[in-house]
């Protein structure tokens, strides 16, 4: 019985561990230039592919921003619930093969996101390839 308890414990542990180490859920995003939180973005899996919408605007005076500088489908749709990160595959540690939307200026961005920390998600946009881009922490969201 002892030995069942344990090995319980042990599957129950690494179960939790497991989960806490995905970039699944909400995250918060900070703005590169003051660093304030700007708003919460939900990461979340769809037919295979990752996927993050915005959830929360945390700036008060822009829950009701469009985007604006957006074409297409996009163009002049609300910031929030927005998706903004779109179609990323699994490949290793990270996720790519997918894109990121910069609702300010509406630019689309290939895309690559990955954990850091158990709650810190690196989040790298760029033109090309890799090393022509910005790179973004965020921070999981409780």
Do not use: H
Request: aromatic share 8%; hydrophobic share 35%; glycine share 10%.
């Amino acid at each position: 019985m002892y030995k069942i308890s344990s090995i319980a414990a042990v599957l129950l542990i690494t179960v939790s561990t497991l989960s806490a180490q995905t970039v699944l859920g909400k995250w918060k995003t900070i703005d590169d230039n003051t660093g304030v939180a700007k708003s919460i973005v939900e990461i979340y899996e769809q037919d295979g592919k990752v996927y993050g919408k915005v959830a929360e605007i945390l700036n008060k005076d822009r829950v009701d921003a469009v985007c604006t500088e957006c074409e297409g489908k996009d163009k002049d749709k609300p910031i929030l619930g927005l998706v903004i990160i779109r179609g990323l595959e699994k490949d290793g540690d990270e996720y790519n093969g997918g894109r990121i939307l910069d609702p300010e200026s509406g630019t689309l961005y290939k895309c690559y996101i990955e954990l850091e920390e158990k709650d810190k998600l690196k989040v790298r946009g760029y033109v090309g390839f890799s090393l022509l881009g910005r790179t973004q922490y965020w921070l999981r969201a409780e």
